[in-house]
């Protein structure tokens, strides 16, 4: 009996690889879905044929690729994970898998992954990149181990000399920086974007005629804010100082300039003895580095300051509001201040006043523009 079940069970195994043999597929038909990139129709179409109990490698990988290209990531790792615990050193299948869950958010998963593909093979360069990519904060050891390890495999790749010469540079270590992206830049002399790279680097660095040289040839294909700025700052370090007048005013031109931009400008001009310009490109500086919602802070401020009887303070913070921008919610804030707090009629009319030739709007400010209106009534008749 015992035979007989033996017997039984290997015709069983046989028959079923044989029926397995039997599902043919049209190599013709998946060829063409392919050819013209219709990968959820191939995948559909696969699974038809063996359906979902499947424990042959290649077709667990063929499954898996459908569904991973059909953008359907679900279905991808359900077949990568099968083909997985058959054969779990495939470094494709580890490299789908760590793939799949980055873009679905798992990166802890996806680091595991990765993390075998480095024990099986600890000198490749694409498993060290995407495992820097894992990590968003550029200050994170585990970001600076994995790009120095991609990099020390292939220094002539762009986007990690880029990211590890970011590092640097947020180290202030611009000598590293430099020399990570000048090798690079070497290897792939036509790479726009690394050449970009370097210039504030080389501006650091003091390596001016480089910069003016590198940059004047990259404006030729067209401006660049970011090369415009590096460009001009190398002429003036260069005492060149007209020209880069006439770099950092195309910057105004496309709105582009900050503080920076404009503090180099008047510095420019300053050195050029035009005094005039150079005071109106240092008031302009000014004016970059204030934040239009300065005003807006001083009024919260002063406000917090009343709610909390600091009346002193209050009164302080109200009125540097007004150094920066006489705003119409200042004047307010400052005519109710002096009208219910400090019990001072004269000096809120005079508020008052002011916060009614400041223009508030008729139909934000309705209610206040109302009432001062009236309390100025009642105080010139007070008067």
């Known amino acids: 009996m015992k035979h007989l ?50 424990n042959d490698f290649k077709i667990l990988s063929q ?27 495939n470094l494709s299948i580890l490299f789908s898998l760590g793939s799949i869950n980055t873009k679905r958010g798992n990166t802890e998963k996806a680091k595991l992954y990765y993390g075998e593909i480095v024990a099986i093979d600890s000198n490749n360069f694409s498993v060290y990149k995407l495992l820097a990519n894992l990590y968003r904060i550029p200050t994170d050891s585990l970001k600076l181990f994995y790009l120095l390890k991609a990099n020390k495999i292939n220094p002539a790749e762009g986007d990690v000399a ?21 090798i690079a830049s070497k290897a792939d002399s036509d790479n ?13 660095l003091k390596r001016y005629t480089e910069v003016i040289a590198a940059g004047e040839k990259l404006l030729k294909d067209g401006d660049d804010a970011g090369v415009l700025k590096d460009v001009a700052k190398a002429y003036y370090y260069t005492k060149k100082y007209q020209k880069a007048i006439d770099l950092f005013k195309l910057l105004e031109k496309v709105a582009m300039q900050n503080e920076a931009t404009l503090y180099y400008t008047a510095l420019s001009y300053r ?19 204030i934040s239009p919602n300065t005003p807006s802070y001083y009024a919260l401020l002063g406000l917090v300051y009343e709610e909390n009887n600091q009346l002193s303070q209050a009164n302080s913070a109200y009125k540097k509001g007004l150094q920066f921008n006489a705003a119409p ?16 009629s004269g000096n809120a009319l005079k508020y008052y006043n002011l916060y009614l030739k400041s223009k508030p709007s008729v139909t934000d400010d309705k209610a206040e523009l109302k009432f001062v209106k009236d309390r100025v009534a009642q105080l010139n008749l007070a008067d």
């Open 5 to 54: 079940f033996t017997l039984l069970g290997s015709v069983i195994l046989t028959l079923t690889s044989y029926a397995q043999e039997a599902k043919t597929v049209d190599k013709e038909k998946l060829f063409d879905l392919y050819q013209t990139q219709r990968y959820a129709d191939a995948a559909q179409y696969l699974k038809g044929i063996y359906g979902e109990d499947v």
């Open 63 to 89: 499954m898996g690729y459908c569904f991973l290209m059909a953008g359907n990531n679900v279905e991808a790792e359900k077949f990568y994970s099968k083909a997985y615990t058959l054969q779990p050193k």
């Open 162 to 182: 880029v990211d590890l010469a970011g590092i640097y540079t947020t180290k202030q270590a611009y000598e590293k920086a430099y020399q990570i992206l000048d």
């Open 192 to 204: 726009l974007i690394l050449q970009k790279e370097k210039l504030p680097i080389a501006n650091q």
């Open 271 to 289: 050195a050029l003895k035009n005094y005039q310009q150079a005071a109106n490109y240092t008031k302009k500086t000014i004016e970059e580095a």
């Open 329 to 344: 919610n200042l004047y307010y804030r400052l005519a109710v201040f002096y009208d219910t707090k400090l019990k001072q």
